[in-house]
């Protein structure tokens, strides 16, 4: 509820650097034309609320107009229509709600009500449409305060994490389009790929795989190998290491910024305690006699038994999460199965049309597979995870959105990053040596494509990362716009149904009617929103070493994203019922973990996908003139073709090649220990497990620290919080103590009036009304006056 205003909570002073202030001005001055236009959206007054308390009226301003916003109005209406009973029957306990009514068909829906339409000015929705949703718009700031009184706090501050990212995304793009010109600009000067493109190369390579393919020479390989160098070079690794300390950059200055926003949106005091717990929780617990009282609220609630009701049913979650964890990597496997089989299948036909085309069919067919098992996977997760949280009996709403985001977002990890944890670390990491292949089943498994495994998984995740945002903001309008066509004509049906009728043409009715063709949003609808975003910042750290163009892409869908979810919001969705949370919830806790798993996927794929620790080893121990020439023939083993493990092979490759070369570090076939692991690849792997333990102490050393620099709330911030609380509590104890005084007579009264004022009341009229510095606040607050007591009247006392 909003309190009275009380002039000393709105300044605190604070010393700046000048220099600071200085730089400060002129990026102001840069930015100015694309700052929130003051002249549409005029800066909002703070209003510092706290929970309402009848026995504290006199904090309250309960006769202003605005003593409840139009988001806490539909708050409060959704409230109790949510726990409103509709029968006596008192056997049916889940006869509440008008959710359950409206799946009942008693009710077709229930909203509240756009402001206005979006066409007639003078309106907030015209406001927001034309000034925030506009995609004229996407390079200015948001009107947050705005956005938080039209839609609520939730969604306010999904805005505000969203603008906050994007932003934050703007460095990393820079240096990611550094490294790649970079890349480009040294390009021709990268000796192996000059190697392999040189057309007096003459290195027969081993077959790919069994049946269809036969010889090669590795000048083939010419694009593959320049391309590849493009993401695989030197800049690499100082771009995974500049997206790590991002990562932790980004997370503590959003909790610096968080803290400002929730203070100005005053959530700071907001306890998930105080929160009331849900309907459908009291309605599963109507059984259970044994009552508890809340030592927050100080109500009376039901007792959850914890290994009767509580441990069973988080054990029942636990194994199904597991279980359809292992189901969405089994699927994996069996799509990597599913290859390796139609391969060997198409290698008995001799028809060269089936042997041309066959490795394209393989894979787009093992691609659709995969994408119709995302999809089922997808909507199965989302029934069973909503199923699951509701039988774990979690109390209050923000409790139950929390477990529920958890669930659906480890499973969605899994279904779209489980092909991509294999290309990175295990597609071509165990196939064998030509004469002893490993296989799976029967199986070659399969091996990296010409332009090795980091090429690959550049390209798997250039296409699912682009193509996924591009589909999705196609996706994310078509449909919307589906089920709004679709209320449109139940509109058109029910009216000619009762056009005998007489229609109410109230402005009321037809906002009621032009409202109800749009939308309904649902209480879990901006969960997808932040699962895109949050699945986009896993692309963005996780494998940033394998795609440093990744946070360019990041930025420009999410310049636009923000503009499109604003369109969509006032266009095509009724107006959300505003919810108050004090932050992201589980969200920040998803983004802490992956930002700490970027660190060692980045490790990883550096040493072990990419050949930057076997070009290394090779600069320091092989080298004569540091230089990778030669890298390219010490890279290659060399294989006898007499010595295949299949007779019938051999016997439909080319006889007259008698030595191909393979990547890896083995022996030769003239050694005593043929096709047996050499020194170098003993040192290679060291040098590789040595890359990540160093890479990943040096970057969790300076994440610590940089954790350690940046407090979660400002200096400034924190004098003011530490103001406004001393300020409430004093006007409190002032205004309690002068209630246990109890009615005094009229002599008391007149004394009591012309009673000098005590030092104490003055010091409080001192910082109620006076703006003090930081070291003044703390004398008056310790009771050392800052200067002599100046006298007082009557009138000088606050009013409250």
Avoid at 427 to 448: H, I, L, N, S
Avoid at 475 to 489: D, G, H, R, S
């Amino acid at each position: 509820m909003p309190m009275k205003e009380v002039p000393g909570l709105h300044r605190t002073e604070s010393s700046t650097n000048v220099i600071v202030k200085e730089v400060n001005s002129v990026f102001r001055r840069l930015l100015s034309r694309y700052y929130v236009d003051t002249t549409m959206f005029p800066t909002m007054k703070h209003r510092f609320t706290a929970v309402y308390s009848r026995d504290k009226e006199y904090l309250f301003d309960l006769d202003t107009p605005e003593f409840f916003t139009p988001a806490t109005h539909s708050r409060i209406v959704q409230f109790i229509l949510d726990r409103t009973r509709f029968t006596e029957d008192k056997e049916d306990d889940f006869a509440f709600g008008v959710e359950r009514l409206i799946a009942e068909r008693a009710y077709v829906a229930a909203y509240p009500l756009h402001d206005g339409d979006l066409r007639n000015p003078g309106s907030m929705r015209n406001l927001l449409y034309t000034e925030w949703a506009s995609v004229r718009k996407c390079l200015h700031y948001q009107p947050l305060d705005y956005i938080k009184e039209y839609f609520g706090v939730k969604i306010g501050l999904y805005f505000a994490w969203l603008g906050f990212y994007t932003h934050m995304l703007v460095p990393a793009s820079i240096v990611g389009l550094l490294c790649f010109i970079y890349s480009c600009l040294t390009l021709h000067s990268d000796q192996p790929s000059r190697d392999i493109c040189d057309p007096n190369t003459s290195i027969v390579m081993c077959p790919l795989c069994d049946g269809l393919c036969g010889y090669w020479n590795l000048t083939e390989t010419c694009l593959h190998a320049r391309v590849s160098y493009l993401f695989d070079n030197p800049s690499t690794v100082f771009f995974a290491m500049f997206m790590s300390l991002w990562a932790a950059l980004f997370l503590e200055l959003w909790k610096r910024y968080s803290a400002e926003i929730t203070h100005r949106w005053d959530l700071t005091r907001l306890d998930a305690q105080e929160e009331h717990p849900r309907p459908q929780y009291l309605a599963r617990l109507a059984h259970v006699k044994r009552k508890s009282v809340n030592t927050v609220t100080n109500t009376v609630e039901p007792h959850v038994p914890f290994w009767k009701m509580k441990f069973p049913a988080i054990m029942l979650s636990s194994s199904v999460v597991l279980l359809l964890i292992t189901i969405a990597m089994v699927a994996v496997l069996a799509v990597v199965l599913y290859r390796m089989s139609v391969l060997t299948a198409l290698s008995f036909y001799k028809n060269p049309v089936i042997t041309s085309y066959a490795m394209f069919l393989t894979t787009a067919t093992a691609a659709c597979i995969n994408l119709c098992c995302i999809v089922i996977f997808n909507w199965m997760y989302v029934w069973l995870a909503e199923y699951l949280t509701e039988v774990e009996l979690l109390r209050t709403q923000t409790e139950f959105d929390d477990s529920l985001t958890l669930k659906i977002y480890l499973l969605q990890f899994v279904n779209y990053y489980a092909s991509i944890f294999y290309i990175a670390f295990f597609k071509g990491k165990f196939v064998g040596y030509p004469g002893k292949y490993t296989r799976f089943f029967t199986f070659r498994q399969e091996e990296c494509g010409p332009g090795g495994c980091l090429m690959d998984l550049c390209i798997q995740l250039s296409i699912i990362m682009v193509g996924k945002q591009a589909m999705n903001s196609v996706l994310e309008m078509v449909f919307p716009l589906f089920y709004k066509w679709l209320n449109t004509l139940k509109v058109h049906v029910g009216a000619k149904e009762g056009k005998k009728k007489r229609k109410p043409t109230s402005k009321i009715f037809l906002q009621w009617v032009k409202d109800y063709k749009l939308v309904q949003w649902g209480p879990r609808s901006l969960f997808p929103e932040y699962l895109e975003m949050v699945l986009q910042y896993g692309f963005v750290t996780i494998f940033v070493a394998a795609f440093p163009l990744a946070p360019f892409f990041a930025l420009l869908n999410n310049v636009l994203e923000m503009r499109l979810d604003a369109k969509k919001l006032l266009v095509m969705y009724r107006r959300p019922v505003g919810q108050r949370v004090r932050d992201i919830g589980v969200w920040y806790r998803i983004l802490d973990s992956i930002s700490k798993l970027s660190v060692i996927t980045n490790g990883f794929i550096i040493a072990f996908t990419s050949n930057f620790i076997p070009r290394l080893v090779y600069v320091l121990t092989e080298s004569e003139d540091t230089s990778l020439k030669g890298f390219l023939d010490h890279s290659l083993s060399v294989f006898n073709t007499s010595q295949w493990e299949n007779p019938t092979r051999m016997a439909t490759l080319n006889d007259s090649v008698q030595f191909c070369r393979y990547p890896d570090y083995r022996e030769p076939p003239s050694s005593p220990n043929r096709y047996k692991h050499n020194i170098m690849y003993w040192h290679v792997l060291a040098a590789r497990l040595a890359f990540v333990v160093v890479f990943e102490n040096v970057v969790a050393l300076v994440m610590i620290l940089i954790r350690g620099c940046i407090p979660n709330t400002s200096k400034k911030l924190r004098d003011q919080i530490r103001r406004e609380i001393y300020i409430t509590n004093e006007i409190i104890i002032q205004q309690e103590a002068s209630r246990a005084c109890g009615p005094c007579s009229t002599e008391e009264n007149i004394t009591r009036k012309n009673a000098p004022i005590t030092e104490t009341t003055q010091r409080l009229n001192r910082v109620i009304q006076s703006s003090l510095s930081n070291s003044e606040f703390d004398l008056e607050v310790h009771g050392s006056p800052v200067s002599p007591p100046p006298q007082h009247s009557k009138a000088d006392l606050p009013i409250v």
